[in-house]
């Protein structure tokens, strides 16, 4: 059985009520597959907060650098294809072949926003004057709020963190109860890729 915690500002900590709860194996109730902690409004605040303490610097680093972060990611997920994709179909209960369809789906979907870095931008726009010029930029809206569901337990964060991250965005991530493993593992690969403390946070 493996045991996870919530990842809040760069660190692995418990719910602050201490509380956990577990989940079994859904093809044999009798294994239980994995404890989380059983988190409330203190945790999702403390997550919120730590985002809003990460948000400024990450939004002022580059794209190209924000994606560099992703493509590491994607390489990270992908040499461990094999184990997510078993700890998945243990925890959600799809088939061992449509599980690591979806690990590599996530791989994909990083490696699409890490390479989408190099032409994230703003366009230049006509203007009737001379010597003026019109363009728009990409701003980061700020900390934003991610709730996903069970059947899709890993593309799904992905594929709404990826964009979110590479946007400059913060982000607290909440994942469905029934199977939050792989939202916890993506976190563990974003960290090891570099992605500074704080600006992902995920809270079960």
Same mark, same amino acid.
């Given at each position: ?80 294809? %094999?184990?997510? #994709?078993?700890?998945?179909?243990? =925890?959600?209960? &799809?088939? +061992?072949? /449509? !599980? ?75 994942? %469905?109860?029934? #199977?939050?493993?792989?939202?916890? =593992?993506?976190? &563990?690969? +974003?960290? /090891? !890729? ?11």
């Amino acid at each position: 059985m493996r045991i996870y915690q919530n990842f809040i500002g760069g660190e692995w900590v418990s719910a602050a009520s201490t509380k956990t709860f577990r989940n079994q194996n859904p093809a044999d109730t009798r294994e239980d597959v994995a404890e989380y902690p059983l988190s409330a409004k203190d945790d999702a605040v403390a997550a919120i907060e730590a985002a809003k303490k990460a948000f400024p610097a990450w939004a002022a680093t580059t794209p190209v650098a924000r994606g560099r972060i992703l493509s590491k990611a994607s390489q990270i997920l992908e040499s461990r294809k %094999a184990e997510l #994709a078993e700890v998945l179909t243990r =925890e959600e209960g &799809k088939t +061992l072949g /449509e !599980a690591t369809g979806e690990v590599q789906r996530a791989v994909d979907i990083f490696r699409f926003f890490g390479g989408l870095s190099y032409i994230f931008g703003g366009q230049t726009l006509p203007h009737d004057l001379p010597g003026n010029l019109l363009y728009t930029r990409r701003e980061a809206l700020g900390v934003v709020a991610l709730i996903t569901p069970w059947n899709f337990p890993i593309a799904i964060p992905v594929w709404k963190a990826a964009p979110a991250l590479l946007s400059g965005n913060a982000v607290v991530l909440k994942p %469905a109860s029934q #199977a939050p493993s792989m939202s916890l =593992e993506v976190a &563990k690969a +974003l960290a /090891e !890729a570099g992605l500074p403390k704080g600006v992902l946070n995920v809270v079960v």
